[in-house]
């Protein structure tokens, strides 16, 4: 099958706004799984609400566009029932940690199959802005108007904390190595949690002098941290400097996982 | 026919009947007074092929039993008040997307935390209009063990008729009480229409139900729960597809409320009538049997949508008598119906009405003019 | 192969000349068929992709296809074939 066949078409250009990275993620999940050889049929999108949930509406396959937080929920459903299902879970910051923070734990915990491709651009896209679990501290949004005061979730900890076998952190600037971790999630049984650092120009972006979509990637660039380098600066006694994170492949373990089908 | 009588309570039999009507999947939370229910799933189903599931919540029940749904297998989930309140919100997805799921609800006394252990009816209004925006959906209401086996069926087979969430309002008294029941293996089955290859999925049929694009199958279709248009694609700008989606959706249950209708009448001559559902239809049976031929009897085996024509098969009725064991919830729906004198009967605590009790409120009902009157117990 | 920026899908973001290790995706100065400013190619021939796709059979670098959030850029096959002048630069 043909990259462009895994786009419903029909449904192109999609609602993002000009610059937001979730198109660019939308295509480095397509292209690992047209480079797996998936087919159609036994592939599922599924998404909860927000920018990032959005995504599934533009994946030729079966999709399901769910409610606010659950799709993990949603997905663990699926995947019981048809466990030779591959099934992706598109889901966003606030919907995956804030309102979907428990179905998100206990879909890690269980080990459930599922590939959960974690759009994160900071901040509620669809609604205008506001502030979200992971806000980085002090950034300004419509909701943190003096600075956002409270401390940010780690997603990618704590998805290695609550059992997943599969943990990866890149950014929209990084395509290739996105791509690889999303075909390596969803290769590895068990729940695979790729966490993608994303621009939302409109929403963060403008609000934290970095009006252009350019600029956000300039400040990916700067500021992502290879998980290698990092590993050697906290071992030569650095600590990693303040505004930085850190990319790469956190976790690959095979614990069993739920969803399974015997055979496999 | 293989039949197998035995002696169980309601929440087993209960998912006995879900088990004979092919349901293959279960989602659930513990709550009293429904978790036999999950009790009994999870130790049947993995031994016949299927799958149980402990969720982390009621919210994720739903969810998981409207994936399992979509994925085509019947599912089902089993809770109570407190629980239901939590499953409103995916309730309202399942009925925008017309997604076939059997909800058992053992209702408890509420609201809250409120009676955990003792029974009530006081979530009749809430299966109905819980959650936002307007949509329709099908309740049954069992009054025996029996009942909760073969409504079970019958739910599971409304379900995929009409594609929509169906629910069993079951009560702690059904629930946990134990009665003989006969146990059918081959019970009639109504299965969902697949989709056709180049169907529309929202397309409608002649009956308003499209066809389901069960995952896997190759339709490549999209489910969302924002509006959306005959090709499944969203559209909420327009007020014409919005209006057109949700007139269809309720009008699917609405317009078929006389065929899905599930009545006993017992002497429709009479002029004092008692209404009753699940748990109080027993006391007026008692109650018809010590004093037979004096009353009338309208048992509701469907409660939602309202069997609005069955209350003009009481050509002679002077007033209609409504036992329940909430504030008189489904008398309000009986009052939009008729212009003949209500009288209601509202027990709250758990305890059942007595045959006193409801001998009283006949007794009420000869002197009443009032459009609603309320009998204190 | 020819290089391709879809102007009924691209929005202007101008992500591509980020990316491109060779610089070919320039900000543009006039806007496209929906009012935003697109990208203009500067000597497109030098793409790996245009220039070897065929040879080897599978896809090179595609870093502007992959980054491109709204699927604006491809490569179409040229009718006639119509051959290019490379100019190396150094």
């Not at chain 1, 690992?32 to 509406?57: N, P």
Request: aromatic letters at 8%; glycine letters at 10%.
């Amino acid at each position: 099958m043909n990259l462009e066949d895994w786009y419903r078409q029909d449904r192109l250009p999609h609602i993002y706004c000009a610059g937001c990275g979730n198109g660019t993620v939308l295509n480095c999940t397509l292209r690992a799984v047209q480079e797996l050889g998936f087919r159609q049929e036994e592939t599922t999108f599924i998404s909860g609400i927000g920018c990032s949930s959005r995504a599934s509406g533009y994946t030729s396959s079966d999709s399901l566009h769910t409610t606010h937080g659950r799709a993990l929920a949603f997905a663990t459903g699926v995947k019981l029932v048809k466990p030779h299902q591959h099934v992706i879970v598109f889901t966003g910051d606030g919907d995956c940690s804030a309102i979907g923070g428990n179905h998100f734990i206990h879909a890690c915990r269980r080990n459930i199959d599922l590939t959960v491709v974690c759009i994160n651009n900071n901040i509620y896209g669809m609604t205008g802005g506001q502030g979200s679990p992971c806000t980085p501290y002090g950034a300004i949004t419509t909701t943190t108007p003096y600075g956002m005061h409270e401390q940010p979730f780690d997603l990618c900890k704590l998805a290695e904390a609550a059992g997943a076998n599969y943990v990866a952190r890149w950014t929209s600037y990084h395509v290739k190595e996105l791509t690889e971790a999303i075909r390596s999630g969803l290769e590895v049984p068990g729940l695979s949690f790729i966490e993608v650092m994303t621009q939302c120009p409109t929403s963060f972006g403008s609000k934290n002098k970095m009006r252009l979509a350019t600029q956000m990637i300039d400040m990916f660039r700067e500021n992502a941290v290879l998980k290698v380098k990092a590993d050697r600066d906290t071992a030569a006694g650095k600590p990693l400097e303040p505004g930085k994170f850190i990319v790469g492949e956190f976790v690959r373990r095979h614990n069993p996982p739920l969803g399974v089908e015997e055979s496999k | 026919m293989t039949e197998k009588t035995d002696f169980l309570n309601g929440n087993v039999a209960c998912a006995e009947g879900a088990i004979a009507a092919g349901c293959r999947f279960f989602a659930g939370y513990p709550i009293t007074p429904s978790t036999e229910i999950a009790e009994r799933m999870a130790a049947r189903l993995p031994k016949i092929g299927g799958t149980f599931v402990q969720m982390e919540d009621e919210l994720a029940s739903v969810a998981a039993i409207i994936g399992g749904s979509w994925a085509g297998a019947r599912t089902m989930t089993a809770t109570s008040g407190p629980g239901f309140s939590l499953m409103m919100e995916n309730i309202g997805y399942a009925a925008m997307t017309e997604t076939p799921i059997v909800i058992i609800n053992v209702q408890r006394g509420g609201p809250s935390t409120g009676q955990p252990t003792k029974a009530a009816q006081g979530d009749m209004l809430q299966c109905r209009y819980g959650s936002h925006g307007d949509y329709s959906i099908i309740a049954l209401s069992p009054s025996s063990v029996q009942e909760m086996f073969d409504l079970t069926v019958r739910a599971f087979n409304l379900a995929d008729r009409f594609r929509t969430p169906v629910f069993l309002m079951a009560d702690e008294t059904i629930g946990h009480m134990r009665e003989k029941v006969s146990l059918h293996s081959d019970v009639e089955i109504i299965p969902r229409r697949e989709l056709k290859e180049g169907e529309l999925p929202c397309a409608p049929d002649e009956n308003g139900v499209p066809g389901f694009g069960t995952f896997g199958n190759g339709h490549n279709i999209h489910i969302t729960g924002l509006t959306h248009s005959e090709n499944g694609y969203p559209s909420t700008d327009s007020a014409e597809v919005h209006e057109q989606l949700i007139r269809r959706q309720v009008g699917k249950i609405e317009d078929f409320r006389n065929e899905i209708a599930d009545v006993d009448i017992v002497n429709p001559d009479a002029e004092y009538i008692f209404i009753s559902y699940g748990a109080p239809t027993r006391t007026v049976r008692q109650l018809m049997a010590d004093v037979p031929e004096t009353y009338g009897h309208l048992n509701l085996r469907i409660v939602w949508p309202f069997p609005d024509e069955s209350l003009l098969a009481f050509k002679n009725a002077k007033a209609f008598i409504i036992p329940e064991m909430n504030l008189g919830q489904i008398a309000k729906e009986v009052r939009q119906y008729t212009n003949i004198p209500i009288v209601i009967v509202p027990k709250l605590g758990g305890a059942l009405h007595t045959p006193a009790e409801l001998k009283k409120a006949a007794e009420v009902a000869k002197t009443v003019t009032k459009p609603m009157t309320e009998v204190r117990l | 192969m020819k290089l391709v920026i879809n102007d009924h899908r691209c929005k202007g973001c101008n992500m591509c000349t980020k990316v491109c290790p060779y610089g070919i995706f320039q900000e543009g100065a006039r806007p496209g068929a929906r009012g935003y400013i697109i990208p203009v190619l500067d000597h497109p021939e030098r793409c790996t992709n245009c220039r070897l796709q065929k040879f080897y059979g599978r896809q090179l670098c595609g870093m502007c296809q992959t980054t491109c959030p709204d699927q604006a850029i491809s490569w179409i096959d040229e009718q006639p074939f119509e051959p290019h002048k490379v100019v190396i630069e150094y």
